[in-house]
């Protein structure tokens, strides 16, 4: 079975085939990294107009790259949630359109679950009990899948997600947007132990904070150039030297990294799950898995990095899954939702 995912949650415009939900046959990503920028992060008005001029000609190709016709595709699966909603009504707009002119079943995916399925195109695919660490600009979760759609969350952020912190961090010591890669490549530099930074105490045995971090950071900055909360805080980064930047960057990297592995090894201990999959943007994170491999008695094969950032890949890999429990959706019945739990989709139990 061939399925194109189409993918337009937030700033990339993504297409792909996935035969079986294990072989990758086309993957076409358009990203708005480099308009976003400008502004330091995603402004939702421009990602929606981005959406819609590139929409087309990226299905289109992800069809070409797969050397297949629209005969050839069997189903349409497509991101209706989480998301910014005029970006979310763009991919859902072309994909209920292309269902009814091509006559192909549409699968509706929930996002951040997705990020999990990059990992079924690994060479190895997980197993069930899988434990999944969610990590994404929006999202920060751990949750232990049972079966495929058969789930539950564990725990998740009781604030800021683990992306959003790099994010804001990033802007804090002055380095460029995504802040997730260019925090990563400035801690290459740095030295992690240079500044002393909180892990923050939950009551929830699995769950995550990462607001108090930034904070933090925020704190250390200013003490280390010598100004109080008062000084603007966008003047703050002229103030640092590079060697004080890479360090801030690795401190922050490694407590916040610290943090998310000491969870999972937790969970990991509790739950026994025979494979622990990582997922989202900030999986990509080379650190992140140099030490959460290290820790754990067990092999974690990592997706490779383009499938760790938003892709269709991932989309029309679960909607194959979705698609062997699951009746289509009527093209006409299908509502984008920007805010919804992956365990309030339609096919979850918990
Ligand atoms: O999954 P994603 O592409 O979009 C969302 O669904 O949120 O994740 C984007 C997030 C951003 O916060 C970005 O800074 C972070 O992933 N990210 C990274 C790395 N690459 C992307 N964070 C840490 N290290 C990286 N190498
Ligand atoms: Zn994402």
């Not at 192909?104 to 690994?122: G, M, R, T």
């Not at 959460?292 to 990592?302: A, E, F």
Request: charged share 20%; proline share 6%; net charge negative.
């Amino acid at each position: 079975m061939k399925v194109l995912g189409i993918e337009s949650s937030c700033d990339e415009t993504a297409a792909s085939v996935v035969q079986d939900g294990r072989i990758l046959l086309s993957n076409v990503v358009n990203s708005q990294i480099d308009i976003h920028a400008l502004y330091g992060g995603v402004v939702p008005e421009i990602a929606a107009r981005s959406h819609i001029e590139v929409v087309n000609p990226v299905i289109n190709q992800a069809l070409t790259d797969a050397n297949l016709t629209w005969d050839d595709i069997d189903a349409i699966a497509v991101t209706y949630a989480p998301g910014l909603i005029g970006s979310l009504l763009v991919g859902t707009l072309a994909a209920r359109t292309l269902a009814v002119l091509k006559n192909k079943p549409l699968y509706p995916i929930h996002h951040v679950e997705a990020h999990v399925y990059a990992n079924f195109l690994n060479e190895r695919a997980p197993e069930f009990p899988m434990l999944a660490l969610i990590v994404s600009g929006g999202h920060s979760q751990l949750v232990l899948f049972r079966d495929h759609g058969d789930y539950e969350l564990l725990g998740q952020t009781q604030d800021d997600a683990v992306g959003e912190a790099f994010d804001k961090v990033a802007k804090i010591i002055g380095l460029p947007y995504p802040g997730g890669p260019s925090i990563a490549k400035a801690a290459l530099e740095g030295d992690p132990t240079a500044f002393k930074l909180p892990k923050a105490k939950l009551s929830g045995k699995y769950d995550f904070s990462f607001s108090g971090l930034k904070t933090a950071v925020l704190r250390a900055v200013q003490r280390e150039v010598g100004v109080d909360f008062t000084f603007p805080s966008h003047d703050l980064p002229g103030l640092l030297n590079d060697v004080q930047r890479a360090n801030f960057a690795a401190s922050f990297q490694r407590t916040a990294i610290e943090t998310l592995v000491d969870t999972t090894a937790r969970a990991f201990h509790d739950y026994s799950p025979k494979s622990v999959v990582i997922a989202g943007g900030v999986a990509a994170n080379q650190e992140l898995r140099r030490i959460l491999s290290d820790r754990l008695p067990i092999q974690i094969d990592y997706a490779p990095m383009n499938l760790c950032t938003d892709n269709g890949a991932m989309i029309a890999t679960l909607g194959y899954y979705y698609a062997q429990k699951m009746p289509p959706i009527n093209p006409n019945d299908l509502e984008v939702i920007p805010s919804l739990s992956m365990t309030k989709t339609a096919w979850s139990k918990s």
